[in-house]
T-cell receptor, first 113, second 114 residues
Framework: AQTVTQSQPEMSVQEAETVTLSCTYDTSENNYYLFWYKQPPSRQMILVIRQEAYKQQNATENRFSVNFQKAAKSFSLKISDSQLGDTAMYFCAFLYNFNKFYFGSGTKLNVKP | DTGVSQDPRHKITKRGQNVTFRCDPISEHNRLYWYRQTLGQGPEFLTYFQNEAQLEKSRLLSDRFSAERPKGSFSTLEIQRTEQGDSAMYLC????????????FGPGTRLTVL
């Protein structure tokens, strides 16, 4: 069975600063994908960034980057130059066999002005 | 087509009543997923369809739950004899059947069972 753990229920960061959200997962699979999704208050989930497990290079999307450590089964999200619009719940998710996601319990990020 | 839509957005019902939710996926997406999200938790997989075929069901989907996608387009999720424990956000997502299969989520239907 696949499990995803987010150990930080809530975090705060000052606007323009950098914050890192943690995620660990457990699987016996070798080929899979990892994602970070953002869920703003009362709005739908949107994809932030994804990482293919077979790629060693860490994914980057503008201010968002990941630190993927496959051996350690760790997949953290770094948000640089935090903006007020980054305030949201962030979910780490694991996908294999191209069907259902396994989500973590989420980290609530509050960006303070 | 602006994305995945769900109807209704909110539903309040009394215990024991039946409820039905609808999901309209992105038009070219042949996969459709249902998830349940309780307060403070991440979404949990319920079931998914490829076209009109229901390919997988979670053990979370008790006999009171049924999902259909009769024409391979929109889907319905029905909960019979609702219980207070069914109170949750029900999310629908859709994807294409290729590549890394990015799932696009709808806004959800929030169910409250009194």
């Amino acid at each position: 069975a696949q499990t995803v753990t987010q150990s930080q229920p809530e975090m705060s960061v000052q606007e323009a600063e950098t914050v890192t959200l943690s995620c660990t997962y457990d699987t016996s699979e070798n080929n899979y994908y990892l994602f970070w999704y953002k869920q703003p208050p009362s709005r739908q989930m949107i994809l932030v960034i994804r990482q293919e497990a077979y790629k060693q290079q860490n994914a980057t999307e503008n201010r968002f980057s990941v630190n993927f450590q496959k051996a350690a089964k760790s997949f953290s999200l770094k948000i640089s130059d935090s903006q007020l619009g980054d305030t949201a719940m962030y979910f780490c998710a694991f996908l294999y066999n191209f069907n259902k996601f396994y989500f973590g319990s989420g980290t609530k990020l509050n960006v303070k002005p | 087509d602006t994305g995945v839509s769900q109807d209704p957005r909110h539903k309040i019902t009394k215990r024991g009543q039946n409820v039905t939710f609808r999901c309209d996926p992105i038009s070219e997406h042949n996969r459709l997923y249902w998830y349940r999200q309780t307060l403070g938790q991440g979404p949990e997989f319920l079931t998914y369809f490829q076209n009109e075929a229901q390919l997988e069901k979670s053990r979370l989907l008790s006999d009171r739950f049924s999902a259909e996608r009769p024409k391979g387009s929109f889907s319905t999720l029905e909960i019979q004899r609702t219980e207070q424990g069914d109170s949750a956000m029900y999310l629908c997502a859709s994807s294409q059947d290729r590549g890394y299969n990015e799932q696009f989520f709808g806004p959800g239907t929030r169910l409250t069972v009194l």
